[in-house]
C-alpha cells in the first residue's frame, strides 16, 4: 500500500506518494522527472542507476526508498551544488570537476554509463583526493560502460583531481 515519504534530493524536499519497498530510481525518474540516473540492469550490477545517498554511492535500482526517507540524495543534476557545499562555496560551478572532465577528456560517448560514472568518481574524489590509477580503477570496478572508454574515464578522474589541487579544493 502506497504512503508518502519525505525525500531530500539535490537540496529540495519533496513529498511522494509511493509503495515502500518502491525502487528510487523510479521515484527519481518518474515522480521527480530527473534524468541523470539511469536505468541499466535493474541488478545493481552496472552502476547507471547511481546516486549518493549521504555523500555514499548506493544504487537507485535496488534501494527501496522507505530506506532513504530523510536522507540526502543526490544525483548528477545535484553534483555541482553538493560539491560547492562541501567546500564552502557560495556558488556552484556549472558543472562539477569531474563532470567538467569527462567532457573535456571526451570520455564519454552513448550515455549508458556516465550517470555511475561521474557519482562514482564524485564520491572517490572526496574521499581521495589525489588517487592512484590502480585506486581510480578499483573505485570504478563495476562500473560498466558499453563503448570501452575506460582509458578516457580514467584520464578523466585524473584531470579532475589535478584540477582540484590546482585550484585548492
Known sequence: MARNFRILVNGRRHT???????PLLYVLTNDLALKGPRFGCGLAQCGSCSVLVDGVERRSCVTPVETVEEREITT???LPAWFA???GLTDAPALHPVQQAMLDEQALQCGYCYNGMIVKAAELLEQNASPSDAEIRSAMNGHLCR?????RIVSAIRRAARALEETGE
Open 85 to 87: 557545499a562541501r567546500r
Open 147 to 151: 563503448c570501452g572508454t575506460y582509458p
Open 16 to 22: 511522494i506518494s509511493a509503495e515502500p519497498d518502491a
Open 76 to 78: 548528477l543534476e545535484g
